[in-house]
């Protein structure tokens, strides 16, 4: 079964670095581009950056560049969204999603993880 | 403010259907394929449509998707209240070189 196994819910104060996890399985990590998604709440879904885990390539979207790092470890199939300093606005569910095509980075999204809810509170 | 534009709700009766529009541009709709989502509350988003107007395994035929110029119409007939969710269209946008959603709407089986 291919899928998308996402870390589990964080709780953090504002200033704190996190790094949550997305683990693929069930096909070649390294062949389909992985993508970040956030969904602040009761809001729409917001598309923050992909990347290809068999070579790194890495696209953000301007409102995300410099906020975040995408980033993936192909020897453990799992990629990563990190911050080195958390915003109250960063308050958010995050969901990694798999793109349906191999190699294709402008694709739809056909697999997704469960999401991993950060909060950021003093 | 969204890059595709879709009304926050609609709203049928059960074993009716209801139509959601996605609005876009050259740079988006107009020259890329359409895809559409399905949230059930709490939940992670599906894909209903990929490629404009085809389904993936498993995706009822109750489901349909359209394109026309800059715009995509998701078509959902024989409502239920399974069926309550919210609707994303999502595309890829040339000019932006990112992927971009709608607002999302919500879908009310009354």
């Known amino acids: 079964e291919v899928q998308l196994v996402q870390s589990g819910a964080e709780v953090k104060k504002p200033g704190e670095s996190l790094k949550i996890s997305c683990k693929g399985s069930?096909?070649?990590?390294?062949?389909?581009?992985i993508g970040w998604v956030r969904q602040m709440p009761g809001k729409g879904l917001e598309w923050m950056g992909i990347?290809?885990?068999?070579?790194?390539?890495?696209r953000y979207s301007p409102s995300f560049q410099g906020q975040v790092t995408i980033s993936a470890d192909k020897s453990i199939s799992t990629a990563y969204l990190q911050w080195s300093s958390l915003k109250a606005s960063d308050t958010a569910m995050y969901y990694c999603?798999?793109?349906?095509?191999?190699?294709?980075?402008?694709?739809?999204?056909?697999?997704w993880g469960q999401g991993t809810m950060v909060t950021v509170s003093s | 403010q969204s890059v595709l534009t879709q009304p926050p709700s609609v709203s049928a009766a059960p074993g009716q259907k209801v139509t959601i529009s996605c609005s876009g541009s050259?740079?988006?709709?107009?020259?890329?394929?359409v895809s559409w989502y399905q949230q059930l509350p709490g939940t992670a988003p599906k894909l209903l449509i990929y490629?404009?107007?085809k389904r993936p395994s498993g995706i009822p035929d109750r489901f349909s998707g359209s394109k026309s110029g800059t715009s995509a119409t998701l078509g959902i007939t024989g409502l239920q209240t399974g069926d309550e969710a919210d609707y994303y269209c999502?595309?890829?946008?040339?000019?932006?070189?990112?992927?971009?959603f709608g607002g999302g709407t919500k879908l009310t089986v009354l």
């Open positions: 999603a798999r793109l349906r095509i191999a190699a294709a980075e402008d694709d739809a999204f056909d697999i």
């Open positions: 069930g096909y070649s990590f390294t062949s389909y581009w």
């Open positions: 990347i290809y885990p068999g070579d790194s390539d890495t």
């Open positions: 050259s740079s988006n709709i107009g020259n890329n394929y």
């Open positions: 490629d404009n107007n």
């Open positions: 999502g595309t890829w946008d040339s000019s932006l070189s990112l992927g971009v």
